[in-house]
């Protein structure tokens, strides 16, 4: 199983970006479709976007398109999550997951879930 990574979450003021990373220690996820999650305090975890494996198509949820972007990082056999014009409800915890399908569900991933990473939009 390939165990996942994330790091990057920090303290954010509303308008504000951050880049998020995802990485598998001695694995690249040059072959492996990701998927983003965020879990708000309280809430159920939600995917907000996916990249496929082969054609690198994104794909995101409406409430972050245009202003996060999912790639690949040759730099870190990585994937990052660029996040920007972030709001407020944008705090949470964000896990990075490989995933079967880009259908932004929990139940379309496998390997066992990291530790995420704390995002906290404040003024």
């Known amino acids: 199983q390939v165990q996942l990574v994330e790091s990057g979450g920090d303290l954010a003021q509303p308008g504000g970006s951050l880049k998020l990373s995802c990485v598998a220690p001695?694995?690249?996820?040059?072959?492996?479709?990701i998927g983003w999650f965020h879990q708000a305090p309280g809430k159920e975890r939600v995917g907000i976007a996916c990249?496929?494996?082969?054609?690198?198509?994104?794909y995101y949820v409406d409430s972050v398109k245009g202003r996060f972007t999912i790639a690949r990082d040759t730099d870190i056999n990585g994937v990052i999550l660029r996040m920007n014009n972030l709001k407020p409800e944008d705090t949470g915890i964000y896990y990075c997951?490989?995933?079967?399908?880009?259908?932004?569900?929990?139940?379309?991933?496998?390997?066992?879930w990291g530790q995420g990473t704390q995002v906290t939009v404040v003024t």
């Open positions: 997951a490989p995933l079967y399908s880009c259908h932004f569900a929990v139940g379309d991933s496998f390997g066992p």
């Open positions: 001695g694995f690249t996820l040059d072959y492996y479709r």
């Open positions: 990249l496929n494996n082969g054609d690198n198509t994104p």
